[in-house]
């Protein structure tokens, strides 16, 4: 079994911790170049942005103290992403453009701002990224028809009784699957999603 994300942000701590800090990465990074991409960031100035994220990320860690409320480490990334994006564009090193053509500080603050549709858009992007790459990360953990049970219901969105006529079992043990990979997911998303 995988080790968990609240132990993951717990491990952090450790700046020698390298497979803690690969994982980070590999969560992350992709997250972070999408959306430098989606600025017209392209090529090298987005693995630079997205370096400079996490390098910001590595050297701020120790600073970061969890609240226990949800949404807090995507929030202090978000500000991270923001602020490195500001840092870079200010310096000139990349000019992106900014969604709908408006000016890109102007982006950057609304981006920064909790209660902005725009800080909302990069939580529920930044959530959806992180089940699927968290889902992908605990599907070894079950049974192929567990999963499956839980992919049609859940993911596919088919009823319990459709997956159960589908799959010649009971809407019960659909209802199990899905509550045993989510009580996983719940386990490995520990302290990243909410």
């Not at 103290?65 to 090193?93: D, M, Q, S, Y």
């Not at 997956?163 to 009580?183: D, F, H, M, Q």
Request: charged share 30%; with cysteine; aromatic share 8%.
């Amino acid at each position: 079994m995988s080790v968990t994300s609240a132990t993951l942000l717990e491990r952090l701590k450790d700046a020698r911790d390298a497979e803690a800090w690969g994982r980070l990465v590999e969560l992350y990074a992709p997250l972070i170049r999408g959306w430098a991409e989606r600025l017209n960031v392209r090529g090298a100035d987005a693995d630079d942005l997205v370096q400079e994220v996490m390098a910001v990320v590595v050297r701020r860690f120790p600073e970061f103290v969890h609240p226990e409320k949800p949404g807090a480490f995507r929030g202090w990334l978000r500000a991270i992403a923001a602020n490195c994006a500001r840092t870079v564009w200010k310096a000139r090193r990349v000019q992106p453009a900014a969604p709908g053509g408006t000016d890109f500080g102007s982006y950057l603050a609304r981006l920064e701002d909790p209660a902005d549709d725009l800080a909302r858009a990069w939580e529920r992007e930044h959530d959806l990224h992180v089940t699927r790459k968290l889902l992908d990360r605990i599907r070894g953990d079950f049974e192929p028809r567990t999963w499956d049970l839980f992919r049609r219901f859940v993911l596919d969105g088919l009823s319990a009784e459709e997956v159960a006529a589908e799959t010649g079992t009971t809407p019960n043990a659909v209802y199990i699957a899905k509550s045993r990979v989510l009580a996983r997911l719940r386990e490995e998303a520990g302290g990243l999603l909410g």
